[in-house]
Nanobody, 119 residues
Framework: QVQLVNSGGGLVQPVGSLRLSCAAS????????MGWYRQAPGKERELVAT???????NYADSVKGRFTISRDNPKNTVYLQMNSLKPEDTAVYYC?????????????WGQGTQVTVSS
């Protein structure tokens, strides 16, 4: 069984910063891509950023230049550094990981963490 645990959300003022973390644990053989998604009230879940096991990254246009995704492979952890936050970044943020265990490969999600950008 694989678990992803998010941390680091909260309330921040516009142009402020937050750092999210997500640690994967369990019967993990390897982790392929990891990523962050978000869902604002009344909207569909959308991709924020992804990172491959080799470190290649991909970002939504709305966060390019403001957010940075990174990962610590030995710790099975992915991070999202969010700078210059805007009210429209307010959402529940979910981490995602493409994980191979000894018996299967599957997509796993964290429990979500609320990020609120407001003055």
């Amino acid at each position: 069984q694989v678990q992803l645990v998010n941390s680091g959300g909260g309330l921040v003022q516009p142009v402020g910063s937050l750092r999210l973390s997500c640690a994967a644990s369990g019967s993990i053989f390897s982790i392929n891509a990891m990523g962050w998604y978000r869902q604002a009230p009344g909207k569909e879940r959308e991709l924020v950023a992804t990172i491959t096991s080799g470190g290649s990254t991909n970002y939504a246009d709305s966060v390019k230049g403001r957010f940075t995704i990174s990962r610590d492979n030995p710790k099975n952890t992915v991070y999202l550094q969010m700078n210059s936050l805007k009210p429209e970044d307010t959402a529940v943020y979910y981490c995602n990981a493409d994980v191979s265990t000894w018996s299967r490969r599957g997509d796993y999600w964290g429990q979500g963490t609320q990020v609120t950008v407001s003055s």
